[in-house]
């Protein structure tokens, strides 16, 4: 089924041993870069005006290759989710069930993701959520999202 | 517009599988013994192939085989490959390019680990977005994009894990009529839910085995399938659709690429929903089935969880769905699609024994291959249908 994952221990699911970490390419340099200084960056089509994610050579609408870093606000809610109760990737979550989610952003774009900030049943489809950052090993941030404050106030629905 | 309708029937099959849940052969020589089975269904030899379908490599295959074929497929497409298979084989029997086609199917993921062999994925080359943009957030693989399915499909439509259960439940049902199917007592809607959480809000019951498991077909022309040794099973319709590869890039998550092929598939066939008498729907997951259901269009989009509650997908059902037992309890060793078309061309030749539907006609094969990522579907018919 998932013949184009990386190599790793299957079909038994056994955990992965050490935190997967996101290599860099040359066409995602610039976004890493910025999350050491917890910038979000989006790349966007200067054609269309329209974000792309995830970041690629060509715009996945015209095939138009003037494409754009801007920053992002880094806000978004919560499009679908699935909490794992066992976890892939021991790093997350000391072990414990987390919860990983797409996240629909403002500017138009969807990206996998986790929430954290609140207990894994507190997060819902439709969620407000706003960008944070889980660190790397090598000065990189992971963009992870986070109740926004204004929810976590009103008390998160379940 | 050119169409396939009734050009090439699938004149001989086989499949294997276990209570056990293992198979003593494995490798090529269980895809040779699967080949061997299903040439002898057909009353051809190997000296009739002229046309090879594998996921992996057909090149491989046919070497091993000592087969020097004029049309190679090595598609891979994950689980509806075998369906794509079917429709590829069908179209380049129609054009002339070959006379008889095999595709063939092994894979011992269970007996595996008793043998040492340790499994690793191959690799993209070059960039990898799934390693980039996915594997960071530890998703579980391969269940936890259904699982995302399901949350959106409950948030949207109130769809409840008792629905989804249901699924479970009737596709048991099947399974106990048959004898070599993996699990076979029966089990409740309640029974689904106590099953441990793996991915919310899938339980261990909502998803498919992992087993040992083989299968084949062979496929030629109509006019050569009627002096063949069983009734022809004619390809009647087909369609394939992929929207995304990684979860993240799926339009939508409840409504599959199954929408495209499916429409496709019928219209070439010229049958509505309700001329369906089997449907074998890929059961990766219960939701995999669910979301079948509406974007065949058997019932409308959304009313998938009502539609299965009143039981009608097991047996003396009013739309018998994967009459074999299916992924969920029959056999699912890793890419399923074969034994949809295996078996829809059993109940089509009525030697479904227990489990056979009567008076079948029309059965349609719907694979579902990667994460809801690539739907082929494929209806097949008996001579009164062509």
């Known amino acids: ?158 | 517009m050119a169409s396939l309708r009734g050009t090439a029937a699938i004149v001989g099959v086989s499949d294997a599988a276990s209570p056990t849940g293992e198979l003593d052969l494995h490798g090529r020589a269980l895809e040779a013994a699967m080949i061997q089975e299903a040439l002898e269904d057909a009353g051809l030899t190997l000296a009739d192939v002229d046309g090879i379908c594998h996921t992996t490599s057909s090149m491989g295959l046919a070497e091993y085989l000592g087969v020097h074929p004029v049309f190679t497929d090595s598609t891979n497409t994950g689980g509806s490959s075998f369906e794509v298979h079917a429709e590829h084989a069908a179209a380049a029997i129609n054009a002339g390019l070959c006379d008889v086609v095999v595709s063939v199917y092994a894979s011992t993921p269970r007996s595996d680990r008793k043998r040492g062999v340790r499994w690793t994925r191959p690799t993209m080359p070059g960039p990898n977005p799934m390693l980039e943009w996915e594997l960071p957030y530890g998703l579980r693989l391969p269940m936890g994009p259904y699982a995302m399915a399901a949350s959106r499909h409950m948030a949207d439509f109130g769809t409840t894990s008792e629905q989804l259960a249901q699924i479970a439940v009737r596709t048991r049902d099947w399974a106990a009529l048959n004898p070599r199917a993996r699990y076979r007592d029966p089990i409740t809607i309640d029974d689904v839910l106590a099953s441990p959480m793996q991915t919310s809000p899938l339980h261990l019951l909502d998803c498919c085995l992992v087993t040992d498991g083989a299968g084949a077909f062979v496929m030629t022309s109509a006019a050569r399938a009627k002096h063949l040794r069983r009734p022809p099973i004619y390809v009647l319709g087909a369609g394939t659709c992929h929207d995304h590869s990684m979860i993240s890039e799926m339009p939508d998550l409840t409504t599959t690429p199954g929408v495209i092929s499916g429409a496709n598939a019928f219209r070439m066939a010229g049958i509505k929903p309700d001329d369906v008498d089997v449907l074998m729907g890929y059961d990766s997951f219960t939701i995999t089935a669910l979301l079948h259901l509406e974007d065949l269009g058997f019932c409308a989009k959304g009313e998938g969880g009502p539609f299965v509650m009143d039981g009608k997908t097991g047996p003396g059902g009013s739309l018998p769905m994967n009459t074999n037992g299916g992924g969920l309890s029959y056999t699912h060793p890793g890419m399923y699609g074969m034994f949809l078309l295996v078996e829809a061309v059993r109940q089509l030749r009525g030697e479904a024994g227990r489990r056979q539907v009567p008076d079948a006609e029309i059965a349609v094969a719907h694979g579902s291959g990667m994460v809801l990522s690539c739907m082929s579907t494929i209806v097949l018919g008996t001579e009164a249908t062509r």
């Open chain 1, 1 to 158: 089924m998932a013949t184009h994952a990386p190599a790793e221990p299957g079909p038994t699911d056994a955990p992965a041993p050490q935190r997967i970490e996101p290599p860099v390419t040359e066409t995602s340099q610039p976004f890493w870069d910025a999350t050491r200084e917890k910038r979000f960056l989006m790349q966007w089509c200067v054609a269309c005006d329209k974000p792309i994610w995830f970041p690629r050579e060509i715009c996945p609408r015209c095939m138009g290759s003037t494409l754009e870093w801007r920053p992002s606000a880094g806000f978004g809610v919560v499009y679908t989710l699935t909490v794992e109760h066992k976890p892939q990737n021991p790093a997350i979550g000391g072990g414990a069930p987390y919860v990983v989610a797409l996240i629909d952003l403002d500017e138009g774009a969807r990206m996998m993701s986790n929430v954290f900030g609140c207990p894994p049943e507190h997060v819902y489809v439709g969620m407000p959520v706003r960008v944070a950052w889980d660190p790397l090993s090598d000065g990189r941030n992971l963009p992870v999202f986070e109740p926004r404050p204004e929810d976590l106030a009103n008390g998160a629905p379940s």
